[in-house]
């Protein structure tokens, strides 16, 4: 295990040869069915085709009169061999689109999911260019490789194995000069494969970086417009390219390199095989079948060879991925066993709260404690940076306090809460949320089963029945990001399908900075009539005080 972890270099990497492995083998159970599959047709393209050597020996034997029997019924084995080979031919291309994407695709949910129920811990460890790249890339590597490299890895060896043992049976002397040349072709794949390792991990890295900064341009296109820094950013985006192009130069000329030694020793072997069996067919000790054979099988041989010194930067490849993969998927998870919803009205009581960033220094929220009682309206006041946002992130659990306690509770009940009380929250945060598709599909995300009557419900009370007066009405489209409406709109839009997932406890980050404060009124007015919400509210508008219940002021 030192020896091949030392062969691949791999002491940089977090993760040992044997990790990696690990977490390989159970991406390859993963995709059974279509790793069984590429090893099934491979294994019998194996068989085929070296039954075709045979067919094609023996029809020539039998046109130079070496060997009795029909022609025509040894070109029709032959044929029949070919059809074998073009159906096996076209097996595999169904294998690996049909089920390489459904692999794929199944890969990328898990990976997902993981993502998203992982810890947030108030800033994204990846940009999110870089984890869409390692998603797609990535994902596709390691696929490919546990289904198709690895057993086709299983017919290149069975390849090998065959030709050689039939060779071996024909001219011992040749089989073993053809493979003699082997060890060598081991050892120079070992300082390739160190090299190579290198090499694809910067190249990857570079990748990545250039997706983030593309991705990062198009979401803020209309930013970059107007503060008209378009040449700046196709000039980041060239130094950026030019990074990965000198990465992707690199590597292709080591490849190149690499490859032309590889063919020059393949030739090279061709060449004395081809000279050793036309001296033994001038002596007449090889037949001209047999001379056609033995260099059929020559080629089956030093193919397969050179196909498994492929598998050396397919190592390389996936073992880049894994990595980037397994880092993904070691993000902390959060534990969450299914949601407990509470009876309403419920209330959010603080102790003692401290809470400080990982990479801050001092606490942001300091020994708070407060009482956001059922059934009540809070505004929560303070200076831009006090730790508004900070305290909301709290009460959702996405981050924990350092010190003191969270308490969510109701007339009966009462405990800390967690992920999984998010249940029992709505939270509408700043800026626009709604998301590509019709006013109704951004209604629909917090209740799939709502009815065209809840949903002009829940506009109306977040004073949001300009919708009915739109010539589409809930069918109005809306672009990324609430694209097509106002701000103002866009925000009461937000509101009412916070609405309508109607939840005990009302969490608005700033949700109606966008509003006038007459609408801002009747919209907080509208909620709390009933008195069975708990709605928290911070805002920089001290007029919003007069129709709260109470306030709290962070500093
Ligand atoms: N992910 C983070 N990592 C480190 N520090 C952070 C992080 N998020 C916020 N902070 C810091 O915590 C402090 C409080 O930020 P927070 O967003 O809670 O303020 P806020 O009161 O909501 O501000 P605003 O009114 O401007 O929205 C700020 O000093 C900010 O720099």
Same mark, same amino acid.
């Given at each position: 295990m030192?020896?091949?972890?030392?062969?691949?270099?791999?002491?940089?990497s977090?993760?040992?040869? =044997?990790?990696?492995?690990?977490?390989?083998w159970?991406?390859?159970?993963?995709?059974?069915?279509?790793?069984?599959?590429?090893?099934?047709? =491979?294994?019998?393209?194996?068989?085929?085709?070296?039954?075709a050597?045979w067919?094609?020996?023996?029809?020539i034997?039998?046109?130079?009169?070496?060997?009795?029997?029909?022609?025509?019924?040894?070109?029709?084995?032959?044929?029949?061999?070919t059809?074998?080979?073009?159906?096996?031919?076209?097996?595999?291309?169904?294998?690996?689109?049909?089920?390489?994407?459904?692999?794929?695709?199944?890969?990328?949910?898990?990976?997902?999911?993981?993502?998203?129920?992982?810890e947030?811990?108030?800033?994204?460890?990846?940009?999110?260019?870089?984890?869409?790249?390692?998603?797609?890339?990535?994902?596709?590597?390691?696929?490919?490789?546990?289904?198709?490299?690895?057993?086709?890895?299983?017919?290149?060896?069975?390849?090998?194995?065959?030709?050689?043992?039939?060779?071996?049976r024909?001219?011992?002397?040749?089989?073993?000069?053809?493979v003699?040349m082997?060890?060598?072709?081991?050892?120079?794949?070992?300082?390739?494969?160190?090299?190579?390792?290198?090499?694809?991990?910067?190249?990857?890295?570079?990748d990545?970086?250039?997706?983030?900064?593309?991705?990062?341009?198009?979401?803020?296109?209309m930013?970059?417009?107007?503060?008209?820094?378009?040449?700046?950013?196709?000039s980041?985006?060239?130094?950026?390219?030019?990074?990965?192009?000198?990465?992707?130069?690199?590597?292709?000329?080591?490849s190149?390199?690499?490859?032309?030694?590889?063919?020059?020793?393949f030739?090279?072997?061709?060449?004395v095989?081809?000279?050793?069996?036309?001296?033994?067919?001038?002596?007449?000790?090889?037949?001209? =079948?047999?001379?056609?054979?033995?260099?059929?099988?020559?080629?089956?041989?030093q193919?397969?060879?050179?196909?498994?010194?492929?598998?050396?930067?397919?190592?390389?490849?996936?073992?880049?991925?894994?990595?980037?993969?397994?880092?993904?998927?070691?993000?902390p998870?959060?534990?969450?066993?299914? =949601?407990?919803?509470?009876g309403?009205?419920?209330?959010?009581r603080?102790?003692?709260?401290n809470?400080?960033y990982?990479?801050g220094?001092?606490?942001?929220?300091?020994?708070?404690?407060?009482?956001?009682?059922?059934g009540?309206?809070?505004?929560?006041?303070?200076?831009?940076?006090?730790?508004?946002?900070?305290?909301?992130?709290?009460?959702?659990?996405?981050?924990?306090?350092?010190?003191?306690s969270i308490?969510?509770?109701?007339?009966?009940e009462?405990?800390?809460?967690?992920?999984?009380?998010?249940?029992?929250?709505?939270?509408?945060?700043q800026?626009?949320?709604?998301?590509?598709?019709?006013?109704?599909?951004?209604?629909?995300?917090?209740?799939?089963?709502?009815?065209?009557?809840?949903?002009?419900?829940?506009?109306?009370?977040?004073?949001?029945?300009?919708?009915?007066?739109?010539?589409?009405?809930?069918?109005?489209?809306v672009?990324?990001?609430?694209?097509?409406?106002?701000e103002?709109?866009?925000?009461?839009?937000?509101?009412a399908?916070?609405?309508?997932?109607?939840?005990?406890?009302?969490?608005?980050?700033?949700?109606?900075?966008?509003?006038?404060?007459?609408?801002?009124k009747?919209?907080?007015?509208?909620?709390?009539?009933?008195?069975?919400?708990?709605?928290?509210f911070?805002?920089?508008?001290?007029a919003?005080?007069?129709?709260?219940?109470?306030t709290?002021?962070?500093?």
């Amino acid at each position: 295990m030192k020896k091949i972890k030392e062969i691949l270099r791999l002491q940089k990497s977090p993760y040992s040869v =044997g990790q990696l492995s690990g977490w390989l083998w159970r991406a390859l159970r993963g995709n059974r069915l279509q790793a069984a599959l590429n090893a099934a047709v =491979g294994l019998a393209s194996v068989a085929v085709s070296l039954a075709a050597v045979w067919a094609v020996q023996r029809a020539i034997d039998i046109a130079a009169g070496a060997q009795q029997g029909s022609l025509y019924w040894a070109v029709g084995l032959m044929a029949l061999f070919t059809a074998c080979e073009f159906g096996l031919g076209i097996a595999r291309v169904w294998i690996k689109n049909i089920l390489g994407i459904k692999a794929q695709n199944h890969m990328q949910q898990q990976m997902l999911d993981r993502l998203l129920r992982s810890e947030w811990r108030g800033r994204e460890r990846y940009h999110s260019g870089d984890v869409i790249n390692r998603l797609e890339q990535d994902v596709a590597t390691v696929v490919t490789f546990v289904t198709e490299t690895l057993p086709g890895a299983l017919s290149v060896a069975a390849m090998f194995t065959g030709a050689f043992a039939y060779l071996l049976r024909m001219d011992a002397v040749l089989a073993i000069i053809t493979v003699a040349m082997l060890p060598v072709f081991m050892l120079a794949s070992r300082i390739y494969i160190t090299r190579m390792r290198k090499l694809t991990r910067r190249v990857r890295r570079s990748d990545s970086r250039v997706q983030s900064l593309l991705q990062e341009t198009v979401q803020n296109r209309m930013l970059i417009k107007t503060l008209e820094c378009d040449s700046h950013i196709v000039s980041r985006l060239d130094s950026t390219q030019s990074v990965l192009r000198r990465h992707v130069r690199r590597r292709t000329a080591f490849s190149v390199m690499s490859n032309l030694l590889l063919n020059s020793g393949f030739s090279l072997g061709y060449l004395v095989a081809f000279l050793w069996s036309a001296l033994r067919l001038q002596q007449g000790t090889l037949t001209f =079948g047999g001379m056609t054979a033995f260099l059929q099988l020559v080629y089956r041989i030093q193919s397969p060879a050179r196909d498994l010194t492929r598998l050396a930067p397919a190592f390389v490849a996936v073992f880049t991925a894994a990595e980037r993969l397994m880092e993904l998927e070691e993000m902390p998870q959060e534990e969450h066993s299914g =949601g407990k919803p509470m009876g309403a009205p419920c209330g959010v009581r603080l102790e003692g709260v401290n809470y400080a960033y990982d990479d801050g220094k001092d606490n942001v929220i300091d020994g708070l404690s407060f009482d956001f009682r059922p059934g009540t309206c809070t505004a929560i006041l303070g200076e831009t940076g006090a730790g508004k946002t900070t305290l909301i992130r709290l009460i959702l659990a996405l981050i924990r306090p350092t010190a003191g306690s969270i308490a969510i509770y109701n007339a009966d009940e009462s405990r800390e809460v967690s992920p999984a009380d998010r249940c029992n929250f709505v939270y509408v945060p700043q800026g626009n949320t709604l998301l590509s598709g019709t006013v109704r599909t951004n209604l629909r995300l917090a209740a799939p089963a709502a009815s065209e009557q809840d949903m002009l419900e829940a506009l109306h009370t977040a004073c949001a029945d300009f919708v009915e007066e739109l010539p589409d009405g809930l069918d109005t489209k809306v672009a990324e990001g609430g694209g097509g409406l106002s701000e103002g709109q866009a925000q009461r839009i937000a509101i009412a399908r916070a609405l309508l997932r109607g939840r005990s406890v009302m969490l608005f980050d700033e949700a109606t900075s966008a509003l006038d404060p007459a609408t801002e009124k009747q919209l907080l007015e509208n909620i709390l009539c009933n008195r069975d919400k708990t709605v928290i509210f911070i805002t920089h508008r001290p007029a919003v005080m007069d129709y709260c219940d109470q306030t709290l002021r962070l500093t």
